[in-house]
């Protein structure tokens, strides 16, 4: 394993938004964290990358990364992919690669998946189309050699076409680094993960294979109230 | 027409001063999120810098030293003071207030509460004739300054790794940290930046208004902060833009209709308000 927690809990603004939550994360491949709105996906995502305050034990190859500030666990080989986006739209694209870029950045790589952004260096972020911006907000991090990928909702709010674009890159991705991926959309975390977390109002719910828990109609159901 | 000319001129001396204090405050705020009530403390200090350091060394280097120092003063609250609470709005007002109390206070008891005679170089008392006006050079002087400072700035926010790092974490802080960048390195080169330029603006200031007194800094951070909500938080091109309609509406409108001029620039600040909340712009650079 890369990444593991040990009864991690989360409390804002009073609430008790994670609950003693406990997972490791494989050295490879994907692993996907589900679970209906709100039972804490995103904040697990914050609490990893010290950006929402955390009790608990956190290891990120052996070494405890608890209390460690953002900016050197992402020095360290985290990279973070946010829920939307959060591409600075006033920069353009050239702008935000370049603050992205850390050391020895490979913009081959980014440019090769994402062919799109070297035809549109010039142009400010905020003028993308969504999709487009999501390829800005994952060619970010893909320039620097992270040693493991947070991904937070990919796809969330993507047409079709480009949802495959997506996830086309992420298994390109994650040949190369594993990946820690939230993501609802069930066709993709079919495609892509290996293992999956489930989280249930704060507390894990299930873990196992992704294959396992897709394959299996009612406890689909009952983990994440959806057919499929 | 020689009068419209000389309010014209002097309105943007005026602005130009507004623009040298706000500038900084804009982007400290834009940036770090700190309403830095003690901003005008630094301007205070770079015109007693200058004022001490005048006969000693020559105009030119004592405007130097007063900005140095003022930048150095502007770090130093960043590290002991700000950089502790951040996040945390209150304490934050409250530390800057009670500086800025403690700054005037410290400088009555070090120089006296008098204002005092600013040393004016000969070549700022001279005239220059424009449109028919004689027109006093230290407003020039004013006006050449903040055109530096604000090319210098844009420079600086577009050409630099800095600069873009301001640029982005004006727009979302906590995305530029998720991008492994120590960005309390660079709340601590904007302080430095914005001390510097109120700096250069109690230095100048001086000569403009011929006398310093430990409350000019104050007085002028009153309007730097309309300036700054005027022109949109972190935006230094709006700061610019903001400042000269301040500084232009309050000479004139001091001159055709004596004392309304503040009046007049709290309505400004009212009407944009209300029409554009988020300020004349939301751009950076």
Redesign the interface.
């Known amino acids: 394993m890369i990444l593991s927690l040990k009864d991690v809990s989360v409390r804002l603004s009073g609430l008790h938004i994670l609950q003693g939550i406990s997972f490791d994360v494989a050295a490879s491949g994907i692993t996907v964290l589900l679970g209906r709105n709100g039972v804490g996906k995103t904040t697990t995502l914050r609490a990893i990358?010290g950006?929402a305050p955390a009790t608990g034990s956190l290891t990120f190859e052996g070494q405890s990364i608890a209390g460690q500030?953002?900016?050197r666990l992402?020095?360290s080989g985290l990279g973070?992919v946010?829920e939307d986006r959060?591409v600075?739209?006033?920069?353009t694209v050239a702008?935000n690669l370049?603050?992205?870029a850390?050391r020895e950045p490979n913009y081959d790589l980014v440019f090769e998946l994402f062919p799109v952004l070297k035809q549109r260096l010039s142009q400010t972020a905020g003028s993308l189309s969504g999709g487009q911006q999501q390829m800005l907000s994952l060619g970010?991090v893909l320039l620097?050699s992270h040693k493991l990928l947070l991904v937070d909702e990919p796809t969330k709010g993507l047409a079709p076409k480009v949802v495959t674009e997506v996830a086309v890159a992420l298994e390109l991705v994650s040949q190369r680094v594993p990946v820690l991926l939230v993501e609802q959309n069930l066709a993709v975390v079919r495609r892509l993960a290996a293992d999956a977390v489930v989280l249930a109002s704060g507390r894990v719910a299930w873990t196992g294979s992704a294959t396992t828990l897709l394959g299996d109609a009612s406890l689909t159901k009952s983990l994440l109230g959806v057919g499929h | 027409m020689s009068t419209i000319v000389l309010l014209a001129i002097t309105g943007l001396g005026l602005a130009a001063l507004y623009f040298l204090v706000a500038s900084g405050l804009s982007l400290v705020f834009g940036l770090a999120d700190v309403l830095n009530f003690a901003h005008g403390l630094f301007l205070s200090i770079g015109a007693y810098g200058t004022w001490w350091a005048y006969p000693h060394v020559g105009f030119v280097a004592a405007v130097a030293f007063g900005v140095v120092v003022g930048a150095l003063a502007a770090v130093l609250v960043e590290l002991v003071l700000i950089r502790p609470l951040y996040k945390r709005t209150i304490e934050q007002v409250l530390v800057t207030v009670g500086l800025s109390l403690a700054g005037v206070a410290l400088l009555q008891a070090t120089f006296g509460a008098d204002a005092r005679p600013f040393p004016r170089p000969q070549w700022t008392q001279h005239v220059l004739s424009i449109g028919g006006a004689l027109v006093p050079v230290d407003r020039i002087l004013l006006i050449v300054a903040a055109l530096g400072v604000l090319g210098a700035l844009l420079g600086f926010l577009r050409w630099t790794?800095y600069g873009?790092?301001v640029?982005?974490g004006v727009?979302?802080r906590?995305?530029?940290?998720?991008?492994?960048?120590?960005?309390r390195k660079a709340f601590t080169l904007v302080f430095a930046i914005g001390g510097a330029a109120a700096a250069l603006a109690g230095a100048l200031g001086g000569v403009y208004l011929g006398s310093i007194s430990p409350t000019t800094g104050a007085s002028l951070l009153i309007f730097a902060f309309i300036v700054v909500v005027i022109g949109g938080m972190g935006s230094v091109i709006g700061s610019a833009v903001a400042a000269v309609a301040v500084g232009l509406l309050q000479q004139f409108v001091n001159y055709y209709s004596t004392g309304m001029g503040d009046i007049c620039v709290v309505a400004l600040l009212a009407v944009v308000l209300l029409v554009r909340p988020g300020g004349l712009t939301?751009?950076?650079a």
């Not at chain 1, 600075?88 to 920069?91: D, E, I, K, R, V």
């Open positions: 990358l950006l500030r953002t900016h992402v020095q973070y946010p959060c600075f739209a006033g920069l702008e370049r603050l992205a850390l970010r620097n | 790794r873009l790092i640029r982005a727009e979302n906590e995305m530029v940290t998720a991008l492994g960048i120590d960005v939301r751009r950076t």
